[in-house]
């Protein structure tokens, strides 16, 4: 489990560069200033997220299972759902797309409960 958080995260992190560059460069004169600050929350927390699945993937090389593997697939699904509806809301404007944020945004704070409750649990 580990070793696929790792690869994940590296992923990941790849896709939060890329959309980096992609807001900076093609979406700078494209979007209204407050759709611009939605796709910056989404790449912010995207990147950031990063960093929690690879503390995720070293918690599950430590504590394999239960826990520390929920907690991975937590902030898998909580960076897709979170920052993939903000990406997708700023480039499309579709405001729909705000009802899955909140989803994606349980999803990482149950990812933090959980990494914190394996932390401290024996």
Do not use: K
Not at 76 to 89: E, H, P, Q, R
């Amino acid at each position: 489990m580990d070793r696929l958080f790792l690869g994940l995260a590296a992923i990941s992190g790849f896709l939060a560069v890329a959309a980096g560059a992609f807001g900076a460069h093609l979406l700078r004169d494209r979007l209204t200033p407050d759709l611009a600050h939605v796709y910056e929350t989404a790449q912010r927390q995207h990147i950031l997220h990063v960093a929690a699945l690879l503390a995720a993937a070293w918690a599950a090389s430590r504590w394999p299972g239960g826990l520390a593997a929920g907690a991975g697939w937590l902030f898998v699904a909580g960076t897709v759902l979170f920052s993939g509806s903000l990406y997708l809301l700023a480039i499309t404007g579709q405001r729909w797309l705000g009802a899955v944020t909140p989803v994606g945004g349980v999803a990482l704070l149950l990812g933090w409960l959980a990494l914190a409750w394996r932390a401290w649990s024996r």
